[in-house]
């Protein structure tokens, strides 16, 4: 046996970004103008400064043995899709080096290589030579992909004219067919519906079987405890950790629950606010618990912010805005709209406290950032703070549905359904 | 399953002047193959005349300069029919423009499977180069279809064909890897290549005749490899004016020079590519 399937030394990636561009008056902004060609030629040649510098991994190393399946988890720009570039040997690193034993298969989009004008036919043999098959090898397992996907009848279409699904799944049969020994998959699973992703599933835990080995990356952290034994944590482009993926998950989990479910500020002059508002407290925590507390889907939540008001005839009421990862708002709720107490009469200065309080089986999955208005006499917003507090809904696994993917919509409520037989056929 | 695989992949930055990585582009010729063919077979679906485009875009450029050059403008053909004047310059300069021109575009054209998967790079300006070879072998057919038509002879000089072809493919395999090259950093090149095309054309004998450049300007003009390729051409196919003599052969060599450079400079580019584009 050779040690290992997989050896990644050191390995460092720099991307150079753009210099925080500097402000300028009119004429310097005519002249800079003028001048970005040339300072645009220039800068391809002078190594970059500081502050242009992104060190997209810094020093990771593991080690993956033969037919492992092996998880890469991190938040988003954390370096995991430059960790597969750099192993399906798309880009190079900047320092340090990896050893891959074998022949390298990358799942990293599907699809790739299609060419929407040609048929599927000879979209398969164009997608296996760019994934490196021979066209011996293609003709030997062509019937096995075609079954796998299951596109015999248009076979002869231009691929133009398939359904997403049916690309994805003919795009995805040639991809497994490749037979790697190190197969790198991103985030593949995102795509398709719940059969094919079970298929899919499937098909990578066939490929761990045969002795192959697998590097899985993945938001989806219920996928990740599914197909991984171990599995390696990535945070701003450093190893956060590595090991036994339910031990790792759960770390994951805590480090990211205690992001920022809470906030406090003792003083009001250093506090976020102006002269009509400063804030004291802000938390978000499972209703009758602690912000340090797991939140699940079946969670009911206690937003609570607690603040000074300054001025002395003020109607001041409070808004949090529900914004999901996709930077999509969920919904938006306002104190004034269903209020336990009584806030029709102006409030004297002091330290207020409101909740609001969210039912359970209401938000999707994922990370939700709150975003906090203070608005005055119901409409007119005088205090606004983005990205408030941040916390992450968990996907229990107690509802079904999709397992291995986030199900879409900004909220996932739970609703009441019948189904009943009204006639015959 | 358990013996130690022996191909072994290592990847770490390449410092310097990296190796052409050949082997490898072999290794990948079955790629090569498929991506010509979809350059060639893409283009023409769902277009009413198909693949017919190949053979009516020589007819139609030759009729074109026919009419303009050898009618209205007049140009002196050597004794030979102005169509078959053309149509013989217009086989390797038809190759040469296709072949630069979707050369140059290649690497930013197929930026969706660069950064997606990893393969030689040097396959798509080959394949871009390539693709030209299509276009060449449908004017060929049409060629010899007019000089059937004007009932001339085939000649034994037709056989020094390949060398000229040889040249031409190699002059732009250059011009395709340095522009390639250049366009991943600056698009400009996806701009310049069409005025730079336009203006060799003119200075490579395409609508006129070799034999009105001056004498004392014959030298440089004949380091132009595409003057010398065209001249051969005029003169393996119909035996008009001269064979192209020494300043071909060191424009030959330049040529040479030209796609071994380009090479390693699109190797050096290469590896960063994807975090330019």
Known sequence: ?425 | MSSAPANQVVIEPSRGWASLGLKDVWEYRELLVYLVARETQGVYRQTALGLSWLFLRPVLNMLLLTFVFGRLVGVKSDDVPYPLFSLAALLPWGFFSNAVLRGSRSLVDNMHLISKVYFPRLVIPLAGAASGLVDLAAAFVVFFTTLLLYRMPLRWEMLWLPLFMLVALGFALAAGLWLATLSVKYRDVTFAVNFLLQALMYMSPVIYSASIVPPSLSFVYALNPMSGVIQGFRWALLGSGEAPGAAFALAAGLVLVGIVSGAYVFRRTERTVVDII
Request: some cysteine.
């Open chain 1, 1 to 425: 046996m050779s040690g290992f399937a997989l050896r990644v030394e050191d390995l460092s990636k720099r991307y150079r970004i753009g210099a925080p561009p500097k402000s300028a008056n009119g004429g310097q902004a005519v002249l800079g103008r003028l001048a970005a060609p040339f300072r645009y030629l220039a800068s391809t040649f002078r190594p970059p400064a500081e502050d242009e510098i992104l060190w997209a991994l810094r020093g990771v190393s593991f080690e993956v043995r033969p037919g492992e399946v092996i998880g890469v988890i991190g938040r988003n720009g954390a370096g995991k899709s430059t960790l597969l570039k750099i192993l399906s040997r798309i880009t190079e690193p900047t320092s340090g080096r990896a050893i891959i034993a074998g022949r390298v298969g990358s799942l990293l989009e599907v699809g790739t290589g299609f060419h929407p004008e040609l048929t599927g036919r000879e979209n398969i043999y164009l997608s296996g030579a760019v994934l490196g098959m021979r066209r011996t090898e293609i003709a030997r397992k062509f019937d096995e992909i075609v079954a796998f996907a299951e596109t015999e009848k248009f076979l002869d279409t231009p691929v133009k004219r398939y359904s997403s699904g049916m690309y994805v799944r003919l795009a995805f049969a040639v991809a497994a067919h490749l037979e790697p020994e190190v197969l790198l998959v991103d985030e593949v699973l995102a795509v398709g519906d719940a059969a094919f992703q079970q298929k899919c599933l499937g098909k990578m835990g066939n490929v761990a079987t045969q002795g192959r080995t697998v590097v899985f990356v993945s938001h989806n952290l219920v996928a990740v405890q599914g197909l991984c034994q171990r599995a390696i944590w990535l945070h701003n482009g450093r190893m956060a950790g590595c090991g036994e993926t339910a031990q790792l998950v759960s770390e994951y989990l805590s480090a990211a629950r205690h992001a920022n479910t809470a906030q406090m500020w003792p003083e009001p002059s250093a506090a976020p606010g102006n002269d009509k508002v400063r804030l004291h407290r802000l938390s978000v925590r499972p209703r009758g618990g602690t912000p340090a507390d797991p939140i699940t889907m079946e969670t009911p939540l206690a937003v609570e912010v607690e603040y000074w008001s300054l001025s002395a005839d003020a109607h001041l009421g409070i808004r949090w805005r529900f914004v999901t990862e996709q930077q999509a708002v969920a919904f938006t709720t306002a104190s004034s709209e269903l209020s336990l107490e009584n806030d029709s009469q102006p409030l004297p200065p002091g330290l207020y406290r409101s909740v609001c309080y969210v039912p359970s089986n209401l938000l999707n999955e994922g990370l939700h950032h709150l975003t906090l208005l203070v608005v005055r006499n119901a409409g007119q917003v005088i205090f606004r703070l983005d990205e408030a507090l941040t916390f992450d809904v968990l996907n229990s696994g107690a509802r079904p549905g999709f397992r291995y993917s986030r199900e879409q919509g900004a909220v996932r409520p739970l609703l009441d359904w019948t189904t009943q037989r009204v006639g015959d056929v």
